[in-house]
């Protein structure tokens, strides 16, 4: 939320037996909660095994061509612990076309869909969550106009409600990182409640099948193999829907991955990263109106989880599905000296879109919405050693940038190595010997258009807003079908933002450092003097060093969200801003139409919510920017 402040960090309680234990949390030195803060009661780690959510099973009946779900979001029940009572949770269950009786999922988050390249899909989500939020207070407050939540925009602009004075609840489903037709993206304004309230963009493809609380949307699937996700995207509560549980893996596979030599099955597990905090009974407990993220690692659901591993190689696919968290990540083993580090170096195979060249690496920095492709390799670890995934030491919530004042997470679950190897042995690829896929650079021209996106933020704790634009405002931006551009992100905060486009994939092409105090001041010169065109500041004139090439884990591949780091301006290439206009199994109306228009936002769900997020329209070459439409509020 906008003025999110306050403060807790996780400080050392020592050795309890030989048991590892929570740390009770404290604000540290020059930061202090607010009374009232809840602080999740000291748990044992280690003591839940990893779940794995369940794969959706499709029908393929109903829409020749395609694989065909029907998802519905509910309220239930979720143990996040062994020592937590039960929680209320929002979550995704998956019908089950053999049996209607056995519903797919657990409750908190989603079941995984699993598809292959080029095949479509097509989902009916179905809303039948309860009409009053989990989190009403927050609501309350929004509906309120509390100035700490509520997005209030730059001047000219006055605020606009971000939900009807009726609706607590509405939700729509974003499948992120796919490419997706505009009325299949799930963007806010296309949102509907339970109750069948239907937000102004709201669109379904085969309208004569579904009920006011439903939605029908299809999926190209012309994607590389990689991992996406979806979660709720639901106009002014994304953050307080995904931190009740709106969230799933979405696999994207290529029967070419057969021939790589890489882990499968059990030896492939998907890493769902959040944090959480918890009242003592056990139920959820949102406080990141009161600080800046929440005290508990929790993984796949479960806070501490641990997995029996064999010694051999295994296959990590690692979503960031924090709200806020940036996690900075390594695997520290103990005994210590089993290795000569005490840190077990791992290699970096595939990012947002997909594989890249092989890289060893011994820690990664992942940012909201990120996904990371790792293999790890426990065969040089003796049985009965245990490797701990944690967060480095000092990386505050929004990382990097100055110290903040959320709760400090230091380990996150635990790899037991304890099983014995089965099957003959380990007969993957080694992998400095895999021979991936790799990502071409994308040419820039000195024709090749830019864009400039300006994180504002017009007073202190306040609402940040693209350009000093509220989202709410018509799309002003419009770029032709086809057209390569570069995207840059003008960050004077003192914060980092991780940036996701939808519809496309990018590349990573700079960083910059800029005079912030200097640029910022001169912008809001600008936003108060009248916003003449020719007094807008030129960005040139405010670098304080040359560009700095990406980091080894963003050179070379594939993304569709970017750290944009603090005083600094992160510059992205994207190749073609082409929409999908092909028919989805022969359903009318399923392809994109020019013009189209999609969003960007701030994947810090609470700066999404409050307003960094906009419009952006992809015309056609006779077009001059006259309008667009399709959910992304292009009227």
Known sequence: ???????????????????????????????????????????????????????????????????????????????????????????????????????????YLGPTISVITDHPTVVKWRNELPTTHLFQFVIDAIRNGNPQLTPIPPPPYKPVPPFPPNINVWNVVHQHGGYTAPQSDGMPLQSFSPDGFHAESYTTLDPSRVKPNEAIYGYTNHDRSCMLWYHDHGMGMTSLNVYAGLAGLYFIRDSADERLGLPRGEFEVPLILQDRTFHRDGSLAYTMTQREGEDTPVVNGKAYPFLVVEPRRYRLRILNASNERFWRLRFDVVPRDVLLEPRLPFWLIGTDGGFRTPLQMHDFLISPAERYDLIVDFSRMPMGTKVTLTNYPGTQVHFPGIPGCGPEIAEIMQFQVTKPLSGGGDRTTPPKKLKLPTIAPIKATPRTHRREWVVYQHQLFGTMTFNAVPFMEPSQDFIKEGSTEIWEYINPNHDAHPMHVHLVNFQVLDRQPIDAVRYQTDYDKWIYGGRKPEDRPVLAKYFTGPPIPPDPDEAGSSKDTVKAHAEMVTRIIIQEFIPPTDTIASIPGSGAELPATYIHHCHILEHEDDDLMRPWTIVGHGDHGDGGHDGGHGH
């Open 1 to 107: 939320m906008a003025g999110a402040m306050g403060a807790a960090a996780m400080l050392p309680r020592g050795v309890l037996g030989a048991r590892a234990y929570a740390a009770m949390v404290h604000p540290p030195a020059g930061c202090k909660d607010p009374a009232g803060t809840p602080n999740t009661p000291a748990l044992e780690k280690f003591v839940d095994p990893l779940p794995r959510p369940m794969t959706a099973v499709p029908d393929p009946s109903v829409y020749p061509g395609a694989d065909y779900y029907e998802i519905t979001m509910r309220q239930g029940s979720w143990r996040f612990h062994r020592d937590l009572g039960p929680s209320p949770v929002w979550g995704y269950w998956a019908t089950n076309p053999h049996d209607p009786h056995k519903p797919i999922g657990m409750g």
